[in-house]
């Protein structure tokens, strides 16, 4: 069974810096596309990292272009996400999601996500 | 980066009814686009890929159409279960991005 779970969300102050990570299971995660997703209070869903399954290929958008850094541990089944320079405005739930096998930026299976909260 | 603009906000309907959501592209996706499903204090469940593929377990009264610009998710007969928001998403082109979301409403 394909399962992912996050962990190391929490509060920070403005500048301050988080690491998220995702545990994944059930699937050989070198043979699939990762990204996070994240969805602020209330709002809709915004893609915010993708790293390619053959993990040599990085994508994000302009928003937390050179804030964040996705990565993987394949040893220990495990994506991260280094946050840095923490805004306000990066308050939201993060969600890993995976890419679908043969299209994978569709995301198939998501975690139950991990609340990150940033504030003074 | 692809704007997407999905209508109505928010669709009133009974169950057993029928329902169409709406989803344009500021730009062409060709058959890139994706249909979500979420519920309160939940992950997303990808229902349809590339345009009009139906995820695995999902529902035949799920079906997804369009292509280019225009895309269109139909629940032919709401179930109870179905009422929730609806998300869109492109990958054709980085960033990936979603659209706004429709709520479906009893």
């Known amino acids: 069974e394909v399962q992912l779970l996050e962990s190391g969300g929490g509060f920070e102050q403005p500048g301050g810096s988080l690491k998220l990570s995702c545990a994944a299971s059930?699937?050989?995660?070198?043979?699939?596309?990762m990204s996070w997703v994240r969805q602020r209070p209330g709002k809709g869903l915004e893609w915010v990292s993708g790293?390619?399954?053959?993990?040599?290929?990085?994508y994000y958008p302009d928003s937390v272009k050179g804030r964040f850094t996705i990565s993987r541990d394949t040893s220990k089944t495990t994506v991260f996400l280094f946050m840095h320079d923490l805004r306000a405005e990066d308050t939201a739930v993060y969600y890993c999601?995976?890419?679908?096998?043969?299209?994978?930026?569709?995301?198939?299976?998501w975690g139950q996500g991990v609340l990150v909260t940033v504030s003074s | 980066e692809i704007v997407l603009t999905q209508s109505p906000a928010t669709l009133s309907l009974f169950p057993g009814e029928r329902a169409t959501l709406s989803c344009r592209a500021a730009?062409?996706?060709?058959?890139?686009l994706a249909w979500y499903q979420q519920k309160p204090g939940q992950a997303p469940r990808l229902l349809i890929y590339?345009?009009?593929n139906r995820a695995s377990g999902v529902p035949a009264r799920f079906s997804g159409s369009g292509s280019g610009t225009d895309f269109t998710l139909t629940i032919s007969s709401l179930e109870p279960e179905d009422f929730a928001t609806y998300y869109c998403?492109?990958?054709?082109?980085?960033?990936?991005?979603f659209g706004g979301g429709s709520k479906v409403e009893i």
């Open positions: 590339d345009a009009s």
């Open positions: 999601a995976r890419g679908r096998s043969g299209s994978q930026y569709y995301f198939d299976y």
């Open positions: 730009e062409s996706v060709f058959t890139s």
């Open positions: 059930g699937f050989t995660l070198t043979n699939y596309a």
């Open positions: 790293l390619s399954g053959g993990g040599d290929s990085t």
């Open positions: 998403q492109q990958r054709r082109s980085w960033p990936l991005t």
